[in-house]
Nanobody
Framework: QVQLQESGPGLVKPSQTLSVTCTVS??????????WSWIRQPPGRGPQWMGA???????WYSPSLKSHTSISRDTSKNQFSLQLRSVTPEDTAVYYC?????????????WGQGTQVTVSS
């Protein structure tokens, strides 16, 4: 069974870059057929799909976030990462990584427990 664990900074100042990493066990980000995804859930709102990287390295982004989001991976560590540039307090959310069968939060798969990131000065 695939297991995912997020690690993040907890607190980020406005205008800085938010970086979150997902460590995968029980599966391979280069051979298992999943969309290795990033999802966030702001307070009081539903989950928002942010982007994903496939096993072949192809990357997709949410159009609304594409201009200041980057997804990358470290295959030697079986990790993938999210960077969100020029953050504002509206980027405060629980950030989840997931291994999904499609490019939607409704698709089946495995989720990490999530990591809270707060954007505040």
């Amino acid at each position: 069974q695939v297991q995912l664990q997020e690690s993040g900074p907890g607190l980020v100042k406005p205008s800085q870059t938010l970086s979150v990493t997902c460590t995968v066990s029980g599966g391979s980000i280069t051979t298992d057929y999943y969309y290795w995804s990033w999802i966030r859930q702001p307070p009081g709102r539903g989950p928002q799909w942010m982007g994903a990287i496939a096993s072949d390295g192809s990357i997709w982004y949410s159009p609304s976030l594409k201009s200041h989001t980057s997804i990358s991976r470290d295959t030697s560590k079986n990790q993938f990462s999210l960077q969100l540039r020029s953050v504002t307090p509206e980027d405060t959310a629980v950030y989840y990584c997931a291994a999904l069968k499609g490019l939607s939060t409704a698709d089946e798969g495995y989720w990490g427990q999530g990591t809270q990131v707060t954007v505040s000065s």
